[in-house]
């Protein structure tokens, strides 16, 4: 065998080594396709359905939202109403209620006497005693003390 001989097998061997990786890399490859397009089918089946009920919880939801908004509404309009009687109320009944409480503390104030403390300009008089002032209140606490 001459030189070129032994050349041309290593190179056949080489090639078909380089062919065997070839074709086992291509089988694993095709394998990998095969369960990729099953994987793809097993999800396109379970997202219809999937996909079906999210549309029908969003209507749902749609709906529940208009509710809601309806409610609002009506609660506003109820709270606008409350407010507008409860200051027709306090217009109506609220000016005779303080005039009838006023006159009911004058009675009760007149009816009751008044106390010698309330009498206005009780404070500002003052009893002279051997040439000096002596407040009221000093003077009040002689006259008990005088009473005893």
Same mark, same amino acid.
């Given at each position: 065998?001459?030189?070129?001989?032994?050349?041309?097998? $290593? *190179? #056949?061997?080489?090639?078909?080594?380089? %062919?065997?990786? !070839? &074709?086992? /890399?291509?089988?694993? =490859?095709?394998?990998?396709?095969?369960?990729?397009?099953? $994987? *793809? #089918?097993?999800?396109?089946?379970?997202? %219809?359905?999937? !996909? &079906?009920? /999210?549309?029908?919880? =969003?209507?749902?939801?749609?709906?529940?939202?208009?509710?809601?908004? #309806?409610?609002?509404?009506?609660?506003?309009?109820?709270?606008?109403?409350?407010?507008?009687?409860?200051?027709?109320?306090?217009?109506?009944?609220?000016?005779?209620?303080?005039?009838?409480?006023?006159?009911?503390?004058?009675?009760?104030?007149?009816?009751?006497?008044?106390?010698?403390?309330?009498?206005?300009?009780?404070?500002?008089?003052?009893?002279?005693?051997?040439?000096?002032?002596?407040?009221?209140?000093?003077?009040?606490?002689?006259?008990?003390?005088?009473?005893?």
């Amino acid at each position: 065998m001459s030189g070129g001989e032994v050349a041309g097998i $290593l *190179v #056949a061997v080489f090639w078909a080594i380089l %062919v065997s990786f !070839l &074709a086992v /890399a291509l089988a694993r =490859v095709a394998q990998t396709l095969k369960a990729t397009t099953k $994987l *793809v #089918a097993d999800v396109t089946d379970q997202a %219809v359905p999937l !996909l &079906a009920d /999210a549309s029908q919880a =969003v209507r749902s939801a749609q709906t529940q939202i208009d509710r809601v908004d #309806a409610i609002a509404t009506d609660v506003q309009e109820v709270t606008s109403n409350a407010s507008a009687l409860s200051t027709t109320v306090a217009s109506t009944f609220g000016g005779p209620l303080v005039k009838v409480a006023a006159f009911g503390y004058g009675v009760r104030r007149a009816l009751g006497g008044r106390k010698e403390e309330d009498v206005p300009g009780n404070s500002a008089r003052r009893t002279v005693i051997v040439g000096r002032t002596v407040p009221a209140a000093r003077r009040k606490r002689n006259l008990r003390g005088k009473r005893d």
